[in-house]
């Protein structure tokens, strides 16, 4: 059901408002977008999308306008109900009451005179969020020229022109503007990538216990899934309970909750009672906190370099093996029946071997004897040398080449796709020493020259054909996820892959977000002993591309169940739910939490936590100690020079950005 969809909003005359918001995009992640700043931050939202069907789902009858609307339709009334159930964070009421609905236009570019029509010279910001790099780049340097305060959100997914990029147009805002606050100069463009943000969580779902880490300032945040203490057992709260799990996690019929899930939805940030009366639900907690070590490159599988064993094969090292080892035996023979000395026997011996000695004549008989056995092992180093030089050569010939699965792997993690989401999560479970193998139909795929360049075992062809999966050893893997671009593909390889092997851990990258609860409840049903994750990138990138629309940074994003949970990290200053109030006064169930303090000194901050601090590489070097602390008192008073690490919901976050914005006066 799709829900109430109300019509579409026809305002071609009338001008946005100043202080609107501005979504330009192509696929899902800009309707998502478009959904989270409406529907959780209570923004005014002018929606640019490109005429026509969306090119990800063609099969979809519906139009890019028809689909938000749609999307619009089923939030709305996800909202009412919300809203008449009284289950509103902090008593507030409706956040969106007198927000007119999101403004939709259709444009095939998003050039000056449709940028000019959305309003862009009175935005408060603007998304660019197009699949294509270069249309982003070429709207940002337009944008930044008519309007040159702002707030600029970019997708990219090229990391190093990011950084050039956003060095470029925060020069081009300083240099119109003399004089700008380096603290909004800081928020005025920020580059982001779906593929990036979206990537850790995707492959925590490969990985035993579901742990997700989020990084800030050179410590790592490890949050675990934790099953329900059996009878007489006290679950572990860890450092602290960040999310209960849904009542119907153990259900194999049941389904991963949502935010129009009732009281069987997961619960964000409960509170001690909340945790003490949930008995068999399992948990969120946040398990450890360890320092990070610096950027390094994913690993290969077959180690740096050419090792031997990938050289030459084992039959031909068994080969040489046996040949040194009658090398031996002859000089120990020879040390035995003559009195030459060790190193005039060995000198002998490999003359003999080679061909290179004169015969024995009048030698003792056990010399001459000797030398003959020499000369018939010498016979077989000439094979030997020539399979070595063949092998070699061949090695030579193919390192360039696709590895194949070895025969004996186990244990490893079969990956579908390698777009852009695969590509970043096969760096991702490299960079964790977990093995891949990857299933690709085109050769010439994003990801193929990264897994080349790691060995990355990998299988050419297409995974809805017989015997692709099992050329990936499936009947051995621990995990897959299909991660393509097409549902059904994905579909189809976990049913398969379920048939082979019934207890398989299974993650869908899927679209839809109702086909993804159906399917789900079906796996479920079919396989109760085997987890089941259905992921959606736009449902986990959305509210970090909405955060940096608000002009603030976000550490990470956790996915429980079919929620989010944001880490952000905020100034004290200007929210009045933080300031003067104790770390414990501050908690609000379901809403936010505090779980460190910056206490570095606010002129030698960095502005960005979620990067290593800088220092020396060198193996002596010792990185500096971070200021975060984390063993908080809850009587601990919180000032307005303090800077928070906090966990939050998407509502709970939405409504400190609006305290604050509603508290300091927009500039």
């Known amino acids: 059901m799709l829900g109430f969809v109300p019509p579409l909003p026809q305002q071609p005359g009338r001008p946005p408002s100043a202080g609107h918001m501005i979504v330009c995009g192509d696929d899902a992640l800009a309707r ?10 209570g923004e005014r939202v002018t929606l640019l999308l490109p005429p026509g069907r969306d090119a990800n789902s063609p099969e979809t009858p519906l139009t890019q306008r028809g689909r938000a609307a ?31 609905a999101v403004r939709i236009m259709e444009a095939p570019e998003p050039s000056d005179d449709v940028l000019e029509e959305a309003g862009v010279d009175r935005a408060a910001a603007l998304a660019l969020v197009y699949d294509d790099d270069e249309r982003n780049i070429r709207a940002a340097l337009t944008a930044r020229r008519l309007n040159p305060r702002l707030r600029l959100v970019i997708r990219l997914y090229n990391r190093k022109l990011g950084q050039h990029l956003e060095e470029l147009l925060d020069q081009a805002a300083a240099v119109a503007m003399p004089g700008i606050d380096p603290a909004l100069l800081d928020a005025s463009t920020t580059v982001l990538s779906d593929a990036d943000t979206a990537a850790p969580a995707l492959a925590a779902t490969a990985l035993t216990g579901s742990s997700k880490i989020i990084q800030a300032e050179g410590l790592l945040l490890r949050a675990a899934e934790r099953p329900p203490p059996r009878p007489g057992e006290t679950a572990d709260p860890g450092l602290c309970t960040l999310a209960l799990l849904s009542s119907t996690t153990n259900d194999p019929a049941g389904a991963e909750g949502s935010d129009s899930s009732g009281d069987e939805a997961p619960q964000l940030l409960p509170d001690e009672s909340a945790v003490a009366a949930a008995t068999g639900r399992g948990t969120v907690v946040l398990e450890a906190v360890s320092r990070a070590d610096p950027d390094r490159p994913a690993t290969r599988m077959g180690g740096r370099g050419a090792p031997l064993a990938q050289v030459f094969s084992r039959r031909l090292r068994w080969s040489a093996l046996g040949v040194a080892a009658a090398a031996l035996a002859l000089v120990i023979a020879s040390l035995l029946t003559t009195e030459d000395t060790a190193i005039h026997s060995t000198y002998l011996t490999l003359l003999d071997l080679l061909g290179m000695n004169d015969p024995a004549e ?28 063949l092998e070699a050569f061949g090695t030579l010939r193919t390192a360039s080449s696709l590895r194949r699965p070895p025969r004996g792997l186990s244990g490893h993690v ?44 990998t299988v050419i062809g297409d ?63 079919a396989h109760p002993g085997a987890l089941t994750r259905s992921r959606s990138v736009s449902h986990l990138a959305a509210p970090s591309f909405a955060v940096a629309m608000m002009g603030r940074q976000i550490l990470g994003a956790v996915p429980v169940e079919r929620k989010v949970m944001l880490f952000a990290a905020l100034e004290v200053a200007g929210h009045p739910q933080l300031e003067g109030r104790t770390v414990e006064q501050a908690f609000r169930a379901g809403a936010w939490r505090v779980l460190a303090i910056d206490a570095t000194p606010p002129a030698d901050r960095t502005p960005d936590l979620a990067a290593l601090p800088p220092y020396s590489p060198d193996d002596d070097a010792v990185p500096p100690p971070s200021g975060l602390v984390w063993d908080l008192h809850p009587g601990y008073v919180l000032r307005a020079t303090d800077r928070v690490v906090i966990a939050a919901t998407r509502r709970g976050l939405a409504e400190l950005l609006r305290r604050q914005r509603s508290v300091v006066p927009r500039q």
């Open 70 to 100: 749609a999307l619009f339709g089923r939030m709305s009334a996800a909202m009412n109900r919300a809203g008449n159930g009284g289950g509103t964070t902090g008593g507030s009421g409706d956040t969106n009451a007198g927000v007119e």
């Open 463 to 525: 995974v809805t054909q017989e015997g692709v999966l099992e050329a990936a050893k499936i009947r051995r893997a621990r995990a897959l996820l299909a991660l393509t671009s097409i549902d059904t593909t994905n579909l189809e390889a976990a049913l398969y892959a379920r048939s082979v092997k019934p207890d398989l851990r299974v993650a869908l990258r899927l679209y839809d977000d109702e086909f993804a609860t159906a399917v789900y409840r079906t796996l479920r049903t």
């Open 362 to 389: 009048g030698a003792p008989p056990a010399r001459q004897i000797i030398q003959i056995l020499s000369g018939i092992a010498g016979l077989l180093l000439l094979p030997l040398l020539l399979a070595a030089v």
């Open 414 to 457: 079969v990956l579908l796709g390698l777009g852009k989401i695969g590509t970043r999560v096969l760096v991702r479970l490299r960079e964790l020493d977990i093995p891949v193998v990857v299933v690709e139909e085109d050769p010439d795929a994003r990801g193929i020259p990264l897994a080349r360049s790691m060995h990355v075992p």
């Open 32 to 41: 998502r977008l478009a959904v989270e700043l409406r529907y959780v931050y």
